[in-house]
Each structure stands twice: as structure tokens, then as C-alpha cells.
């Protein structure tokens, strides 16, 4: 019947809505976690892993924590030792710091001279890295702390440069108000459908219930029935037209190589821009 026709358009919809422009994507957080430290005070700790963390972030491109915004929401007993080869402890860590990667690091110092020995969980198995040891006046540079740290973490793609000029620049803009009121429009159009397309297929299975595939049954319940479908399907078009009409209106406010800009201009709207 209407309903499965419905359903189908209501599918379609929904796709097309998840491919709209402008949503998120999370980055992959990392964060300096100091598992062990000897002869070393808690503030040199806090600089130590702060530096690291700015080299790290310099190196490979990730964004890193560290210092003492990361120690602070570390539990008040610490972390245990063996906490890197433990993937409860591990992912309970990540949940608690909001990140994806850990760096555990353990600080010597012997004398002037501080060595660091890192071990990095990227996935729940975690990898040791070469230990980093030098002065203490170098690892509190972060532009000497890059220079050694550079397989420590893998180097995340730089965005492509644009360039004046570029006939075809990839870029992406905040989309413009009126793609988000054909959005919304779609979303809430989505939703009736869904509702009524619902409705529809429980006065459907009512009907047949009741023998309506056997025998005659009152009028006005099968223009019920026949109203509420068209209903549904009314609204599954209208909100794949306003999918249609937020893509649209996406591509030429926001994405041509000239956006176009809308104003209110006396009793009306002057469009300024080229397609």
C-alpha cells in the first residue's frame, strides 16, 4: 500500500539529510599522562609534559595535552604502572581525559640530565618508543623536544594550502541561514511523515483485522486509511524537496567561487555575488 511507499521515501530522505554539508568531525585528541617520575618535583612534572605535549602537537600535528590541565584529571591515586598493558585501565583513562591516544611517559632525572621513556597506546595494545634524553634546559623547549620526537606519534595530513587564484580551491563555509531553514524544514517534514506513515499502517493492520479484505467495511474508515497515506507521502515529498532545496541553496551561497550574499533591501531581498 501508501505505507511502504512511504517508507521507502522516508529512507531516501534520511540519507540524503546525512550527507548535508556542515557537520563536525571529531579530531583525534591526545594527551600526556605522566606515569612515573623520580627526583622531580610536581610543577617540573607539569612543565615537562606540557613541553612534550607542544612538541608532539609540532611534530606530528595532533592536538596534544598536556601538563597540568591533563594531571588534574588524572584519579587522585595516580596512575598504576602497569596501567598501559591493562585495556580497562586504558580505556577508562581515554574516557576520563576525552581523548583517543595516551602518551605515558616515566621521568628520570640524574643530575642535569632527564630521560624520558614513552610508551604509546593509539589502539588498546600499547608501543614503546625510543627513550628521549637530554638536558633540562632542552626538554623545556618545545622546538628541541619536536626535533626528537617525530616517530613518536604518526604525522597527521596537513590541509592543502590555498592558493589566490586556484580556479577550483577545496574550502568549506558555515552554511548560510537559509540552508538551515530548508533544513530544518526537511527535518520537520521528515518527522510528520514518520508519524503519519505510522498512523497509516496501524489503521491498515485494524482493518484487516476487522476482515476488511473479505467483506466491505464502513467508508469512513477506509477514507481514513487513504487520507492519512497521502498525508505521509505529502510530506515525505516535501521534505525531499527542502533536502533538495538545502543542498542547493549550499552550493550556490556557500560553496561557488563567489558566494552569494542575501540582504533585506526595502520590502524585498537584493542577492549580491555570481554563480
Known sequence: MCTHRSASLGLVLGLVLCHLPG????????????????????????ALTETLA????????????????????LPEAGVAPDCPSDP??????????????LV???????????QVDPSICLTEQAEARPALR???EDLLRPEWVKGHVQDWLPRRAAPPVQVAGDPSPERWRRPSWPV?????????????????????????????????ELRACAEQEIDALSRTARGADAAFI????????????????????EPLVLRV????????GQF
Do not use: M
Open 104 to 114: 605515558f611517559v616515566i621521568l628520570t632525572k640524574v643530575g642535569t640530565h632527564i
Open 180 to 212: 538551515w531553514v530548508a533544513g530544518a524544514v526537511a527535518l520537520t517534514a521528515l518527522s510528520v511523515g514518520v508519524g503519519l506513515g505510522v498512523h497509516a499502517k496501524n489503521l491498515e493492520t485494524d482493518l484487516v483485522a476487522d476482515g476488511c
Open 54 to 73: 607542544q612538541g608532539l602537537h609540532q611534530a606530528s600535528a595532533h592536538p596534544v595535552r598536556g601538563g597540568r590541565s591533563v594531571r588534574r584529571r
Open 238 to 257: 516535501i521534505g525531499g524537496v527542502a533536502a533538495a532545496a538545502s543542498l542547493g541553496l549550499y552550493y550556490v551561497l556557500d560553496v561557488g567561487p
Open 88 to 101: 580497562t585501565c586504558v580505556s577508562q583513562l581515554r574516557a576520563r581525559l576525552e581523548v583517543q591516544a
Open 134 to 136: 637530554g638536558p633540562s
Open 23 to 46: 557537520l563536525g568531525q571529531a579530531q583525534t585528541q591526545t594527551a600526556v599522562v605522566p606515569l612515573l617520575s623520580v627526583n622531580l618535583q610536581e610543577a617540573e612534572v607539569d
Open 265 to 272: 533591501h526595502g520590502q524585498g531581498l537584493a542577492i549580491a
